[in-house]
Protein backbone atom coordinates (compact mmCIF):
# COMPACT_ATOMS: atom_id res chain seq x y z
CA UNK A 1 0.00 0.00 0.00
CA UNK A 2 1.50 3.07 -1.21
CA UNK A 3 1.44 6.07 1.61
CA UNK A 4 -1.15 8.47 1.66
CA UNK A 5 -0.81 12.00 0.49
CA UNK A 6 -0.16 14.54 3.43
CA UNK A 7 -0.97 17.89 2.66
CA UNK A 8 0.70 21.15 4.34
CA UNK A 9 0.53 24.95 3.99
CA UNK A 10 2.92 27.18 2.30
CA UNK A 11 3.73 30.93 3.06
CA UNK A 12 3.93 32.87 0.07
CA UNK A 13 3.87 36.33 1.77
CA UNK A 14 2.49 37.74 4.64
CA UNK A 15 -0.89 37.72 3.47
CA UNK A 16 -1.42 34.77 0.60
CA UNK A 17 -0.60 31.01 1.04
CA UNK A 18 -1.04 27.94 -0.90
CA UNK A 19 -2.14 24.15 -0.32
CA UNK A 20 1.11 21.46 -0.95
CA UNK A 21 0.80 17.92 -1.46
CA UNK A 22 3.46 15.60 -0.34
CA UNK A 23 3.15 12.33 -2.01
CA UNK A 24 5.67 9.98 0.49
CA UNK A 25 8.09 7.97 -1.70
CA UNK A 26 7.32 3.88 -1.19
CA UNK A 27 10.08 3.00 1.51
CA UNK A 28 11.11 -0.16 -0.16
CA UNK A 29 12.24 2.12 -3.33
CA UNK A 30 13.30 5.26 -1.59
CA UNK A 31 15.47 7.70 -4.02
CA UNK A 32 15.99 10.59 -0.72
CA UNK A 33 15.27 12.83 -4.00
CA UNK A 34 12.14 15.27 -3.69
CA UNK A 35 10.50 15.84 -6.72
CA UNK A 36 8.30 19.46 -6.73
CA UNK A 37 5.95 19.16 -9.96
CA UNK A 38 4.24 22.98 -10.77
CA UNK A 39 0.43 22.54 -13.10
CA UNK A 40 0.12 23.74 -16.13
CA UNK A 41 -2.03 26.84 -16.44
CA UNK A 42 -5.60 25.23 -17.19
CA UNK A 43 -5.78 22.80 -14.49
CA UNK A 44 -4.44 22.77 -11.03
CA UNK A 45 -2.67 20.28 -8.46
CA UNK A 46 -5.54 17.96 -8.27
CA UNK A 47 -6.07 17.44 -11.61
CA UNK A 48 -6.07 13.70 -13.08
CA UNK A 49 -2.61 13.73 -14.86
CA UNK A 50 -0.86 15.49 -11.59
CA UNK A 51 -2.15 13.08 -9.69
CA UNK A 52 -1.58 10.09 -11.85
CA UNK A 53 2.11 11.48 -12.37
CA UNK A 54 2.65 12.42 -8.39
CA UNK A 55 0.96 8.38 -7.40
CA UNK A 56 3.59 6.86 -9.96
CA UNK A 57 6.78 8.84 -8.73
CA UNK A 58 6.23 8.39 -5.39
CA UNK A 59 6.21 4.51 -6.19
CA UNK A 60 9.32 4.20 -7.79
CA UNK A 61 10.99 6.35 -4.79
CA UNK A 62 10.28 10.27 -5.46
CA UNK A 63 9.22 12.02 -2.10
CA UNK A 64 7.06 14.41 -4.78
CA UNK A 65 5.69 17.75 -3.91
CA UNK A 66 2.88 19.69 -5.85
CA UNK A 67 1.20 22.60 -5.27
CA UNK A 68 -1.51 25.27 -6.23
CA UNK A 69 -0.55 28.37 -7.80
CA UNK A 70 -1.86 31.33 -6.19
CA UNK A 71 -4.25 32.10 -8.89
CA UNK A 72 -5.26 28.57 -8.77
CA UNK A 73 -5.56 28.09 -4.91
CA UNK A 74 -8.32 31.13 -5.10
CA UNK A 75 -10.16 29.52 -8.22
CA UNK A 76 -9.06 31.90 -10.20
CA UNK A 77 -8.88 31.44 -14.29
CA UNK A 78 -6.01 33.56 -15.65
CA UNK A 79 -2.66 32.66 -14.14
CA UNK A 80 -0.81 35.49 -12.01
CA UNK A 81 1.64 37.08 -13.33
CA UNK A 82 5.11 36.02 -14.07
CA UNK A 83 6.52 37.44 -10.69
CA UNK A 84 3.99 36.27 -8.41
CA UNK A 85 4.35 32.94 -9.95
CA UNK A 86 7.58 32.88 -9.25
CA UNK A 87 7.94 33.63 -6.22
CA UNK A 88 5.19 30.79 -4.99
CA UNK A 89 7.45 28.67 -6.82
CA UNK A 90 10.32 29.74 -4.90
CA UNK A 91 8.34 29.81 -1.95
CA UNK A 92 7.31 26.15 -2.20
CA UNK A 93 10.64 24.62 -2.60
CA UNK A 94 12.02 26.88 0.55
CA UNK A 95 9.14 25.14 2.37
CA UNK A 96 10.52 21.68 1.19
CA UNK A 97 14.01 22.20 2.18
CA UNK A 98 12.77 22.62 5.81
CA UNK A 99 10.47 20.09 5.76
CA UNK A 100 10.99 17.29 8.47
CA UNK A 101 10.57 14.53 6.34
CA UNK A 102 12.49 16.27 3.19
CA UNK A 103 15.23 18.13 4.41
CA UNK A 104 18.28 16.08 3.30
CA UNK A 105 16.92 14.94 -0.02
CA UNK A 106 18.40 16.01 -3.08
CA UNK A 107 15.80 18.44 -5.11
CA UNK A 108 14.49 18.02 -8.52
CA UNK A 109 12.02 20.41 -9.67
CA UNK A 110 9.77 20.93 -13.09
CA UNK A 111 6.02 20.66 -13.85
CA UNK A 112 3.03 20.72 -16.17
CA UNK A 113 3.88 23.09 -19.39
CA UNK A 114 3.68 26.16 -17.41
CA UNK A 115 4.54 24.51 -14.19
CA UNK A 116 7.72 23.57 -15.88
CA UNK A 117 8.16 26.89 -17.48
CA UNK A 118 8.41 28.48 -14.16
CA UNK A 119 10.74 26.25 -12.46
CA UNK A 120 12.85 26.78 -15.58
CA UNK A 121 12.38 30.45 -15.07
CA UNK A 122 13.57 30.14 -10.73
CA UNK A 123 16.72 28.00 -11.69
CA UNK A 124 17.55 30.73 -14.80
CA UNK A 125 17.53 33.45 -11.44
CA UNK A 126 20.50 31.93 -10.03
CA UNK A 127 19.01 28.49 -8.31
CA UNK A 128 21.81 26.06 -8.07
CA UNK A 129 21.11 24.02 -5.18
CA UNK A 130 19.35 21.35 -7.85
CA UNK A 131 20.18 18.08 -8.89
CA UNK A 132 17.83 18.32 -12.15
CA UNK A 133 14.79 19.62 -13.96
CA UNK A 134 11.97 17.79 -15.46
CA UNK A 135 9.81 19.68 -18.06
CA UNK A 136 6.55 17.77 -18.97
CA UNK A 137 5.65 19.15 -22.41
CA UNK A 138 8.03 22.23 -22.33
CA UNK A 139 5.83 25.23 -23.81
CA UNK A 140 8.36 26.62 -26.16
CA UNK A 141 5.65 29.16 -27.83
CA UNK A 142 1.63 29.78 -27.83
CA UNK A 143 0.19 27.48 -29.93
CA UNK A 144 0.33 28.73 -33.96
CA UNK A 145 3.31 31.25 -32.64
CA UNK A 146 6.52 30.48 -32.96
CA UNK A 147 7.84 33.68 -32.71
CA UNK A 148 6.84 34.28 -29.42
CA UNK A 149 9.59 31.61 -27.72
CA UNK A 150 10.32 31.12 -24.10
CA UNK A 151 13.97 29.86 -24.65
CA UNK A 152 16.08 32.90 -24.11
CA UNK A 153 16.62 31.93 -19.98
CA UNK A 154 17.24 28.49 -20.42
CA UNK A 155 20.93 28.98 -21.28
CA UNK A 156 21.53 30.54 -17.93
CA UNK A 157 20.33 27.51 -16.01
CA UNK A 158 23.36 25.42 -14.60
CA UNK A 159 21.78 21.95 -14.09
CA UNK A 160 20.85 19.23 -16.04
CA UNK A 161 17.45 18.86 -17.96
CA UNK A 162 14.93 16.57 -19.27
CA UNK A 163 12.40 17.68 -21.56
CA UNK A 164 9.99 15.14 -21.88
CA UNK A 165 8.15 16.51 -25.55
CA UNK A 166 5.12 15.01 -27.78
CA UNK A 167 5.95 14.90 -31.23
CA UNK A 168 2.87 17.08 -32.02
CA UNK A 169 3.01 19.45 -29.27
CA UNK A 170 1.44 22.61 -30.31
CA UNK A 171 3.29 24.55 -27.60
CA UNK A 172 6.70 23.29 -29.61
CA UNK A 173 7.69 20.16 -30.93
CA UNK A 174 10.78 18.15 -30.70
CA UNK A 175 12.20 19.62 -34.09
CA UNK A 176 11.80 22.62 -32.45
CA UNK A 177 13.52 22.14 -29.19
CA UNK A 178 16.20 19.90 -30.83
CA UNK A 179 18.01 22.87 -32.35
CA UNK A 180 17.48 25.32 -29.30
CA UNK A 181 19.49 23.06 -27.15
CA UNK A 182 22.22 22.47 -29.50
CA UNK A 183 22.60 26.04 -30.57
CA UNK A 184 22.49 26.88 -26.69
CA UNK A 185 25.04 23.97 -25.35
CA UNK A 186 22.34 23.62 -23.07
CA UNK A 187 22.81 20.19 -20.81
CA UNK A 188 19.57 18.57 -21.76
CA UNK A 189 17.93 15.64 -22.67
CA UNK A 190 15.35 15.27 -24.92
CA UNK A 191 12.77 12.01 -24.62
CA UNK A 192 10.04 12.41 -27.61
CA UNK A 193 6.41 10.60 -27.19
CA UNK A 194 6.10 9.70 -30.72
CA UNK A 195 2.92 10.93 -31.65
CA UNK A 196 2.04 12.55 -28.22
CA UNK A 197 0.22 15.90 -27.97
CA UNK A 198 0.71 18.74 -25.38
CA UNK A 199 -1.01 16.20 -22.72
CA UNK A 200 1.13 13.35 -24.03
CA UNK A 201 -2.15 11.58 -25.99
CA UNK A 202 -1.67 9.43 -28.39
CA UNK A 203 -3.49 8.64 -31.31
CA UNK A 204 -5.59 5.19 -30.70
CA UNK A 205 -4.23 3.76 -33.85
CA UNK A 206 -0.86 3.34 -32.25
CA UNK A 207 -1.37 0.65 -30.85
CA UNK A 208 0.33 1.93 -27.32
CA UNK A 209 -2.06 2.37 -24.34
CA UNK A 210 -2.33 5.55 -23.00
CA UNK A 211 -1.19 3.94 -19.57
CA UNK A 212 1.77 2.48 -20.91
CA UNK A 213 2.49 6.17 -21.95
CA UNK A 214 2.73 7.27 -18.39
CA UNK A 215 4.26 4.69 -17.42
CA UNK A 216 7.35 4.91 -20.16
CA UNK A 217 7.25 8.50 -19.20
CA UNK A 218 7.71 8.07 -15.12
CA UNK A 219 9.88 5.06 -15.86
CA UNK A 220 12.30 7.89 -18.18
CA UNK A 221 12.14 10.38 -16.10
CA UNK A 222 13.71 7.71 -13.11
CA UNK A 223 16.43 6.56 -15.00
CA UNK A 224 16.83 9.91 -16.08
CA UNK A 225 17.51 10.99 -12.57
CA UNK A 226 19.40 8.20 -11.75
CA UNK A 227 21.69 9.01 -14.43
CA UNK A 228 22.88 12.42 -12.60
CA UNK A 229 23.37 10.91 -8.99
Known amino acids: ?17 VTAILYPAA ?6 VTMVLGHGAGANQNSSFMRLVATGLAARGFDVVTFNFIY ?3 HRGAPDPKA ?28 KSMGGRIA ?6 GETEILGLVYLGYPLHPPGRPEQMRDAHLKL ?3 PMLFVQGSRDAFGT ?11 KLQATLYVIEGGDHSFKVPKRGGVTQE ?16 QE
Not at 27 to 32: E, F, I, N, S
Not at 212 to 227: A, G, K, P
Request: glycine share 4%; proline share 6%.
Open 157 to 159: IRA
Open 72 to 74: SER
Open 212 to 227: TIYEQIMDEILRWVRS
Open 84 to 111: KLEACYSAVMNSVRGHRQLKTNRLVIGG
Open 174 to 184: PEELQPLIKAG
Open 27 to 32: KTARLA
Open 1 to 17: MPNEPKPFSVDVTETES
Open 120 to 125: SQVAAA
